[in-house]
């Protein structure tokens, strides 16, 4: 006799779901077949001549941005950088999709697409840099701090939607994270507690293939990162995360669903990361040259320029104001990095509570006491 | 005292209507201990949510509605059950503020159902305060009294600091006339429940009814003991401490949580450092012994009581 056998045969309870329940059939729900594209299908037509261009200009200054970063470390004026390059079709949709009045939620990767909602861009930097934690006002420019922890800032967005539709604001909050954030348990908290709330959320998924070293493979068995949110009663969406206009309209799409209160959605970009993890990373040992030369092709600035002037709809003064605004940029960036940063030690006290405790202020005036000595020495 | 939470909860929610509830089983049910009681029926099932079961995802949604201007009171249903929650009180409640060089506050008030005494099974009377007072940004406090349960309580929620408000278990069910127009002291001060002269037990919580009964019983062997109430170990109330064992020049503190790397180490040290030229004898320390939480019908070997406290005493009384 096994415990099995003392199973109850006593009638089916009454607290079964009714007609109320659980969705009974997940197919709207699914994700898309095949990875969403525009360029190259008769959809691009469809689109807005200004966005299109809008979008190419912001790629081609984002890649620059990515460039000077990472040679900045090389000098060692940026302690570390995780460039985005070829996932900026992502990081410019995941800006150009929200308006003023809504709230991004960055992972560390998302620099461009921060900078893409107006913040300053070194102000974007001062995380990697060094000398503060978040160099922007994240209220003044409805962007959240850079989040290193992976997916918890994806609570943090299904909040803040939440309580602006509480309040009767038509916001809508984008959370971005990577392929690897989304094996977290506080990614599954978001999605189930988004769901629940019917808050208007939007979350981006940034598949690059690679979490550090580990590929896909590893870390999910999923068909798709965009079924997952299936199971949580939302509609999952695949695009091809190097097209920007694809990745544009889906975003959109689903914003204007969240805005509309119709929901969250979960969007799964395929895109692929160009350079290692951050520049402190070693890539050949975890992937073929080949591989990475395959993604070039598919690159997300290549292929727009190439789309829109097959269109007729990109020409050469638009591409050269385009490379003259990222090196005026670059040049910006060596300029400001160029110089140290100014540092106020004491700072170090101010803002950890609203007002300091006995012992922040004592610990502040020992640390005044020792600069004192050391100036005066 | 839990009507005494339940009437702060509801005073609040009438006076600032940005306060929202919200935890596992705090809307209908009113809490596993009807802390919340009534309280989604006034105020409906948006300002006094059913959440699901996941306490990494309360909080962190109590975040994002903290950035948008909200006051979440979040409840955590039992001690051991807030560590899922870990992550987002160390890494985001508690460093909101600082990363963000003071442009987003993160008023949320965090309250916890913690300690033992009242035969709880596993995971249901631990002790964490040492956890959230080592992390900076934190404010935590805990109640010892009906009136600090409702006075602190309240101090909590308007705080514009995120505070863990611990609430000793097993002083729920404690009870005194609750006068809720008289002032308590502030959030960061400590309070003399008991002046005497022999040696001071410096307590807080769920350990205070305790320590004042031991107080009456040292009557019998002629010790005048004071007895001191912290109510807030962040911040730590410093002056009051030192100043009450300065006059006193012995001390004992008393708590439940386990003792190796426990708050009680943190006070030893602290007094000593400013009190040691009037120390007659070292700072003692009585706690719970350093083990998990013991099984219900093996916790009153655990608990400090009267007699251990009494034992201490004794030991400090050698130098006459
Ligand atoms: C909670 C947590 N665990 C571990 C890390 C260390 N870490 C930083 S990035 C990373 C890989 C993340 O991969 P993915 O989510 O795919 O994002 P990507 O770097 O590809 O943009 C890891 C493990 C972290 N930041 N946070």
Partial sequence: ?377 | MAQALNAALRDEMRADPTVHLLGEDVGTLGGVFRITDGLAAEFGADRCLDTPLAEAGILGTAVGMAMYGLRPVVEMQFDAFAYPAMEQLVSHVAKMRNRTAGKLALPITVRIPYGGGIGGVEHHSDSSEAYYASTPGLHVVTPATVADAYGLLRASIASDDPVIFLEPKRLYWSKAELDTTAATEPIGRAVLRRAGRSAVLITYGPSLPVCLEAAEAAKAEGWDLAVLDLRSLVPFDDATVAEVVRSVGRAVVVHESTGFGGVGAEIAARVTERCFHHLAAPVLRVTGFDIPYPPPMLEHHHLPGVDRILDAVAKLQWED
């Fill in chain 1, 1 to 377: 006799m096994t415990v099995l056998d003392h199973r109850p045969t006593a009638p089916v309870p009454p607290w079964l779901p009714d007609a109320t329940g659980p969705r009974t059939d997940p197919a709207p729900l699914l994700p898309d077949d095949a990875p969403y594209r525009v360029l190259g299908t008769p959809k691009l037509a469809e689109h807005d001549p200004e966005l299109l261009r809008e979008l190419y200009h912001r790629l081609v200054v984002g890649r620059r941005y990515n460039q000077q970063a990472t040679t900045l470390t090389k000098q060692g004026r940026l302690a570390v950088y995780p460039s985005s390059t070829g996932q900026e079709a992502c990081e410019v949709a995941a800006a150009t999709v929200l308006r003023e009045e809504d709230w991004l939620f960055p992972s560390y990767r998302d620099t461009l697409a921060v900078v893409g909602r107006g913040v300053d861009p070194l102000a974007a930097l001062t995380l990697l840099r060094g000398n503060a934690h978040t160099g922007y006002d994240p209220v003044a420019t409805r962007t959240a701090p850079l989040c290193t922890p992976l997916a918890t800032q994806a609570p943090h967005a299904v909040g803040l939607a939440h309580a602006a539709r509480l309040r009767g604001d038509r916001v809508v909050a984008l959370a971005m994270l990577g392929d690897g954030g989304t094996s977290e348990g506080d990614f599954h908290e978001a999605l189930n507690f988004a769901a629940v709330l019917n808050a208007p959320v939007v979350f981006l998924v940034q598949n690059n293939g690679y979490a550090i070293s580990v590929p896909l493979t590893k870390q999910s068995a999923a068909p798709t990162l965009a079924h997952k949110a299936v199971g949580y009663g939302m509609p999952g969406r695949l695009v091809d995360g190097n097209d920007a206009v694809a990745v544009h309209q889906v975003l959109a799409e689903a914003v204007e669903r969240a805005r509309t209160g119709g929901g969250p959605t979960l969007v799964e970009a395929l895109t692929y990361r160009l350079e290692a993890h951050t520049n402190a990373d070693d890539a050949t040992r975890y992937r073929v040259s080949e591989e990475v030369e395959a993604w070039r092709e598919h690159d997300p600035v290549s292929l727009l320029e190439r789309h829109l002037r097959a269109a007729g709809l990109l020409d050469d003064a638009a591409v050269a104001r385009a490379a003259e605004d990222a090196e005026a940029l670059a040049a910006t960036m060596r300029a400001e990095f160029h110089a140290e940063p100014e540092l106020d030690a004491l700072s170090l006290f101010q803002h950890v509570y609203a007002e300091p405790t006995p012992q922040l202020r004592e610990q502040a005036e020992q640390l005044a006491a020792e600069l004192a000595a050391e100036a005066g020495a």
